[in-house]
């Protein structure tokens, strides 16, 4: 049984799920609509959901609509602004030839996501809690690495890349998590969900003016694959609406390294699907992550 304490498990272990069918639905429409038209498709075609999502809820709780606090917007905008700039940097960072170790040092977030946390919200870590998220994180770089790609961590490029990245998805977390806990007099559920409608609202309105200014015909592209894309924007808000539970519940750093898990998933997809051997050194590295996440959760 979970208490309200711990519901922050639960809520991350089926958003990473949801975020690992909606990469599968994003990554087959970039093709026909590029990188930033896919990227678009979760923040467009997921906002009309989180309306939804938000009206469920309103009824569900009987909460009233909140009124947010001067300082909503600001945290706000901090999540939803730094999530496009480290995608941004990630889409920069696939044009690098050394990119699976700049992929490396973007799984330095939860640990960012911690040392954040602590400056910014005042999130407090026990000693086991930070060493538990050391251990996830070594674990998952561990397993990102390729043979002959060490030598990558030599070169500033991608060391820069990869950790002004992690640093905005770790400031993106913060600020969600931020804006959440200053919506005033509703549930949890209630602040979480009104938090994912305006980020959404947020990033659509300015992903959308950059491809009107840009890209055009990407927008045309878009509608015009509207039944793909309304699947994979209802697994984005899908996904979205329990990080932000999760946020709501515990401080960012937990469930960015509980999200880890995520790179389990994906392996066992590659050996079960593809039939893809695991090597010792990802076998290591899985291990690794399964002993820091087993740590977070029981500390």
């Known amino acids: 049984m979970f208490t309200l304490a711990s519901l922050w498990i639960p809520f991350t272990i089926v958003a990473a799920l949801g975020q690992v069918a909606r990469n ?9 609509l590029g990188t930033w038209g896919a990227t678009n498709i979760r923040f467009l075609f997921g906002f009309p959901f989180s309306i939804l999502f938000f009206v469920v809820v309103i009824f569900a709780t009987g909460d ?16 939803a602004l730094s999530q496009i700039a480290a995608t941004a940097l990630m889409l920069l960072a696939m044009n ?3 990119f699976v170790v700049t992929t490396a040092y973007l799984k330095t977030e939860a640990i960012q996501t911690a040392i954040f946390g602590f400056v910014f919200l005042g999130d407090h870590l026990t000693t ?3 060493i538990a998220i050391v251990i996830a994180t070594v674990g998952v770089v561990i397993t990102a690495l390729r043979p002959g790609g060490e030598k990558g961590f030599a070169e500033l490029k991608p060391t820069i890349i990869g950790l002004v990245a992690a640093a905005f998805f770790a400031l993106s977390a913060i600020g969600f998590r931020g804006a959440i806990i200053t919506v005033p007099g509703v549930s949890f559920v209630t602040a979480a969900t009104y938090t994912l409608v305006w980020g959404l609202f947020v990033q659509t309105l300015v992903l959308t003016i950059y491809l009107l200014t840009r890209a055009p015909d990407v927008l045309k592209k878009i509608f015009g694959l509207w039944k793909p894309s309304m699947l994979a924007g209802f697994m ?5 609406q329990f990080w932000f539970l999760a946020f709501a519940l515990t401080a960012a750093a937990n469930v960015r390294t509980l999200a880890l898990v995520e790179v389990l998933f994906a392996q066992a997809v590659s050996y079960y699907s593809f039939k893809q051997a695991l090597s010792a050194r990802e076998l290591s590295g899985i291990a690794l992550i399964v002993i820091g996440v087993a740590m977070l959760v029981a500390v």
């Open 128 to 130: 086991l809690k930070v």
């Open 24 to 32: 599968a639905m994003q990554r087959q429409l970039t093709g026909p």
């Open 96 to 98: 690098d030839r050394s």
């Open 64 to 79: 009233a609509v909140p009124w947010p606090t001067a300082s909503f917007f600001p945290w706000l905008l901090l999540g």
């Open 236 to 240: 984005g808000a899908f996904a979205s």
